[in-house]
């Protein structure tokens, strides 16, 4: 979909990015996952337990995704290993990027008012990790700036494009090179998903969307941050 970026030259499509799939399993639950067909994983999308109430909750991956090698740069400029340094530690990852007007702040800030709600040990076990989509434009300066007003725990990382697509790719996030069009407008296309990974043995094993409520990461993210499914 389209946002006009406010004071900026900017729009942002989104595209989910795992293939969508749908089947009924037992006892009535709903198995899916969502996405766009462009997707590198789009021929194995994995099937999902769902919650059947109305609220909108993060889905239990059957074949979860390995954490990618990601080598980048965090807001202190520093290299930043994503696999070295998360490892054996509850980790979630969303690609989004600072000049997004509504769905990567939104998606932040719910992730960060249910984390404020955790011990303080539980707080200091969980990694959250935001990975620039557009990082011509977010540099470790403006990432860390940004995300800072959110939680000043959470990880920032930038660096080459191309690093950044193959690592979203991987996890079957669509990401796209923002582009601009004739009017000068800035489109960027990137998944919405944030992939939580469990520290047994360092896989993603639960999607969110966009759509999840804060509520349901207050639920959620107390038992992510020991180690167990939701």
């Given amino acids: 979909m389209h946002h006009p970026q406010p004071r900026l030259p900017g729009r942002a499509r989104r595209a989910l990015g795992l293939a969508a799939a749908t089947a009924l399993l037992a006892g009535g639950a709903v198995a899916c996952g969502s996405g766009d ?23 239990t991956l059957t074949k979860p995704f390995d954490k990618p090698d990601l080598v980048l740069t965090d807001t202190k400029g520093e290299t930043y290993d994503l696999i070295e340094e998360t490892k054996g530690r509850p980790t979630l990852i969303y690609f989004g990027y600072t000049h997004c007007p509504d769905v990567c702040p939104l998606t932040m800030s719910n992730i960060a008012v249910a984390k404020s709600k955790l011990p303080e040990e539980a707080q200091d076990k969980l990694r959250v990790v935001f990975i620039t989509s557009d990082p011509e434009r977010d540099t470790p300066e403006s990432l860390g700036k940004w995300l800072r007003a959110q939680d000043p725990d959470f990880i920032g990382l930038t660096g080459d494009f191309d690093t950044i ?61 020991e180690g167990r499914l939701p």
């Fill in 165 to 225: 697509q193959a690592g979203a790719r991987s996890l079957g996030v669509s990401l796209e090179p923002p582009v601009v069009e004739e009017n000068g407008d800035i489109v960027s296309t990137h998944g919405d998903q944030v992939l939580a990974f469990l520290p047994k043995d360092d896989k993603a094993h639960v999607l969110y969307t966009s759509d999840v409520p804060v509520e349901v990461y207050e639920e959620d993210l107390p038992k992510l941050a």
């Fill in 37 to 59: 067909s462009g997707s590198d994983r789009a021929d194995q999308a994995p099937f999902a337990m769902e919650s059947t109430d109305s609220v909108k909750r993060g889905v």
